[in-house]
């Protein structure tokens, strides 16, 4: 008896419920990182550098020497197991994959380098690193501090020139040291090349596991090289389409968890979701705006598909498009002011450009083939998407439809999403006959195609913007 | 063309149900397995046969033809979708306490969001094209699973063909 008044307390309290049962435990939010002065050297950073790299070919080959990062005190840290002398050497390692997996510079790391000390961070033995024939020169330290947080410094030096060609610092608690690498990573990298940085950002996915006609796919977010990897929902229910916020405080996202697709709005810090619009309808493709103030989301009435636009916080949605077909998904220009989206109002997949409030939609792709998940580049001069002509490529163009380019080349890659820089797309490909899917990233010139590794097989790559 | 051949594979496994003579081509792959979970009650330890009002019943009672079949990005009801839709029908008709889920599916050569919309879109056609013939909107919900569940593994114009679907799934 007992048994049956629990069940019915259950049932009577499944709205919540339900929409919860998915979810495993909550990811522990991120601290905060505090770009601090570089405390070791007392002396100003030098203004009016000349020193500028404009050629992609040039900085390619430049030869970047990525010593271990000294401390002044070895000294216990929640941050590794040995100490912070050995958790500078593993900053410097994590510098040298960060650089080297994405084919930029020729990274050498701090297995093949002498240890410089302390005091030499701010003082290069210009000797030894003239002898090795290195261009480029980082330095760093990690010092821990009374309140356990760690602070880190990171310099980049010419070698030719002896001089420091920029420096920062940044205090970090402990768990999030990872980060106090992938910003130094971005510091070298924005300095030699004149990009935006985009290190220091992680990505949301779908892990896939399991047989081709039951796979298993949860939600799972990692930093932008993999680490501090985590799945969000359990696999009772399938997953798709992820989205970060762009304050990464919460994920936009489709689950099946109460048997029909519907997107949700997960939270990241307390581990609970909501329906993004209270419908009885299939709700797809859910999207942010650049400020994260809207979310853009497509219903499906009777068959029907459009694409709509709620506040973030709640309220009315707004309807954008209502020819009949499928208009679906949709992506800012980075102003907010424009979106491109997909529709098959022509007889097939195209992209067409509308602006923010739904008026002024135009065709943009007449080249042939399909137009689908165009993505807009974080810097608005882009736009990615899946090209469908026989195979499924990912391609990118112009925001006027013009300078199409086709980057690569397998038997489906579909689901662009750019680098918070704009200069690297990844998306996932799947397996012809088995199914299994990968994440893969492309450089926007076509290069450096390359897998990512993923614990289990992974769709849906989302890329959020650089951390807060 | 590949209407053809869902055609062709649909008379071929009613003409098996049937157990007809004629023999069927060669190439013709098995009948896409059943969606729902439970296996059917037509062990040799039941011979009274499936119980009314159950996935199984539904299925025997009107020859298999509770799946019909789409040509690539298309929803539209062709004359064997009709002749399955007007034989659920006539099931609905005669059990009225019957409900159903009209789940539409995608083959994998589509974007995962568009195969949504498309599953959803051929779910609806079924859907109207049972209303129209008088079955009642409210005893039919949609779902749609896009390319997400499969019935044919491989990645061929014949696995494809068995995928684009739209599964008639009795309510319990």
């Known amino acids: 008896m007992k048994k049956l008044i629990f069940a019915f307390v259950m049932l009577a309290a499944s709205p919540l419920a339900a929409q919860n049962q998915d979810l495993g435990l909550p990811a522990p939010e991120g601290g905060e990182v505090v770009t601090t002065g570089t405390e070791a050297s007392g002396e100003e950073a030098e203004g009016g550098l000349t020193f500028t790299v404009t050629d992609e070919s040039d900085w390619q080959n430049l030869t970047v020497a990525i010593p271990g990062f000294a401390t002044d005190r070895d000294v216990p840290t929640p941050a590794s197991t040995d100490g912070t002398a050995a958790l500078g050497r593993d900053i410097a390692r994590i510098i040298t994959a960060n650089l080297r997996n994405n084919g930029l510079f020729q990274p050498i790391g701090p297995d093949q380098l002498p240890q410089p000390g302390f005091a030499q961070i701010t003082e290069p033995a210009w000797s030894t690193w003239v002898s090795r024939s290195n261009e480029m020169l980082v330095h760093g330290y990690v010092r821990g501090r009374e309140d356990g947080r760690l602070v880190v410094g990171c310099y980049l030096y010419d070698v030719a020139l002896q001089d420091e060609l920029v420096r920062e610092g940044w205090v970090i608690p402990p768990a999030d040291w990872r980060r106090a690498a992938h910003k130094c990573s971005d510091l070298i990298y924005s300095r030699l090349t004149g990009e935006s940085p985009f290190f220091d950002s992680r990505i949301a996915y779908i892990a896939e596991t399991g047989p081709k006609n039951a796979r298993v796919k949860r939600l799972a977010i990692m930093d932008s090289d993999g680490a501090n990897h985590r799945f969000l929902t359990l696999g009772s229910a399938t997953a798709l389409t992820p989205r970060y916020s762009p304050d990464y405080k919460k994920l936009l996202y489709l689950s099946y968890v109460d048997g029909n697709p519907r997107i949700y709005v997960y939270d990241i810090g307390t581990g609970r979701q909501q329906l993004v619009a209270e419908t009885g309808n299939p709700t797809l493709a859910p999207r942010w705006s650049p400020d994260g103030s809207y979310i853009l989301y497509s219903m499906a009435v009777g068959g029907n598909t459009d694409i709509y636009r709620v506040p973030a916080t709640g309220g009315q949605s707004v309807r954008l498009t209502d020819t009949p077909g499928i208009d679906i998904g949709g992506s800012y220009s980075p102003d907010g002011s424009r979106i491109v989206f997909e529709s098959d109002r022509s007889g097939s997949q195209q992209c067409y450009v509308m602006n923010a409030d739904g008026s002024g939609q135009r065709r943009i792709s007449f080249h042939g083939g399909r137009c689908a998940t165009p993505e807009w580049s974080p810097r608005g001069d882009q736009i990615a998407f899946t090209r469908i002509a026989g195979d499924f490529n990912i391609a990118v163009m112009e925001p006027n439809g013009r300078n199409l380019r086709v980057l690569t080349r397998g038997w489906q890659d579909e689901a662009p999403t750019w680098a918070p820089n704009g200069r690297i797309i990844q998306f996932f490909r799947t397996t012809r006959n088995s199914g299994r899917t990968s994440l893969y990233q492309v450089d926007l010139t076509g290069r450096n195609e390359r897998k990512l590794p993923t614990p289990v097989d992974a769709s849906d790559p989302a890329w959020g913007p650089i951390l807060p | ?172």
């Open chain 2, 1 to 172: 063309m590949n209407k053809t051949f869902a055609t062709a594979m649909l008379l071929g496994s009613t003409v098996a149900l049937a157990a007809c003579g004629q023999k069927a081509p060669e190439d013709i792959p098995p009948p896409p397995a059943s969606t729902v979970p439970e296996a059917p009650a037509t062990t040799p330890t039941t011979p009274a046969g499936p119980s009314v009002g159950s996935q199984a019943h539904f299925e025997q009672s009107i020859n298999g033809q509770n799946v019909i079949y789409f040509d690539t990005d298309r929803f539209n009801i062709d004359s064997a979708d009709a002749a399955a839709l007007q034989a659920q029908a006539q099931y609905l008709a005669q059990y009225s306490s019957v409900s159903i889920t009209l789940e539409g599916h995608a083959d994998e050569r589509g974007t995962r969001e568009y195969n949504l919309a498309l599953g959803e879109r051929r779910a609806n056609a079924a859907k109207n094209y049972l209303v129209s013939l008088g079955v009642a909107a409210g005893r039919i919900q949609t779902v749609s699973h896009g390319k997400e569940r499969p019935v044919a593994l491989g990645s061929n114009e014949q696995a494809w063909a068995q995928n684009r679907r739209a599964v008639s799934v009795v309510i319990n």
